[in-house]
T-cell receptor, first 113, second 114 residues
Framework: AQSVTQLGSHVSVSEGALVLLRCNYSSSVPPYLFWYVQYPNQGLQLLLKYTTGATLVKGINGFEAEFKKSETSFHLTKPSAHMSDAAEYFCAVSDRGYSTLTFGKGTMLLVSP | DADVTQTPRNRITKTGKRIMLECSQTKGHDRMYWYRQDPGLGLRLIYYSFDVKDINKGEISDGYSVSRQAQAKFSLSLESAIPNQTALYFC?????????????FGPGTRLTVL
């Protein structure tokens, strides 16, 4: 069975600092990986996804993630945090044969001035 | 107008009551999903539907039922609500069977069972 683990339920950074949100996956085959963001009182929206090909994936709002098969990781980064990045972030995995997603437990990103 | 809408947005009910949460979409997608979100647990899949005749149980379907009335409508019912069903419920849609396709989420329904 596939699963994802997000390290850290809360991450705090200062405005302008590097953002690093960690995600590790477990899958018997190379998976498809996603990062979704949930702003307060809103539904989830897609930030970026890895399917095949280039392992460094760029998404919206300056975020990017790198797929590392040897480390079974798909960490999300942003060079410089903005106050508007404060939200909850979810890593998700989709097995190649299915049309469902398995989500991690989420990481709340807090950005201080 | 929003592509995926959920009604109601907030609902408070009592233990034992029957309640229905509704989801409508204008995206023309065949695939629709119901999730619940609990603090610290992320999103968990309750039911999903690939078309009006295809309903599938997800990870946590006990205590819930669904109805796909049309391509655009997918309802979630709690036949006899209990307090541990207090959660934020999301509907989502997807346009293809490809596992790489994005899911589009509604704004959520916050349900409180007293």
């Amino acid at each position: 069975a596939q699963s994802v683990t997000q390290l850290g339920s809360h991450v705090s950074v200062s405005e302008g600092a590097l953002v690093l949100l960690r995600c590790n996956y477990s899958s018997s085959v190379p998976p498809y990986l996603f990062w979704y963001v949930q702003y307060p009182n809103q539904g989830l929206q897609l930030l970026l996804k890895y399917t095949t090909g280039a392992t460094l994936v760029k998404g919206i709002n300056g975020f990017e993630a790198e797929f590392k098969k040897s480390e079974t990781s798909f960490h999300l980064t942003k060079p410089s945090a903005h106050m508007s990045d404060a939200a909850e972030y979810f890593c998700a995995v989709s097995d190649r044969g299915y049309s469902t997603l398995t989500f991690g437990k989420g990481t709340m990103l807090l950005v201080s001035p | 107008d929003a592509d995926v809408t959920q009604t109601p947005r907030n609902r408070i009910t009592k233990t034992g009551k029957r309640i229905m949460l509704e989801c409508s979409q204008t995206k023309g997608h065949d695939r629709m999903y119901w999730y619940r979100q609990d603090p610290g647990l992320g999103l968990r899949l309750i039911y999903y539907s690939f078309d009006v005749k295809d309903i599938n149980k997800g990870e946590i379907s006990d205590g819930y039922s669904v109805s796909r009335q049309a391509q655009a409508k997918f309802s979630l019912s709690l036949e006899s609500a209990i307090p541990n069903q207090t959660a934020l419920y999301f509907c989502a849609t997807r346009d293809t069977d490809s596992p790489t396709a994005e899911q589009f989420f509604g704004p959520g329904t916050r349900l409180t069972v007293l």
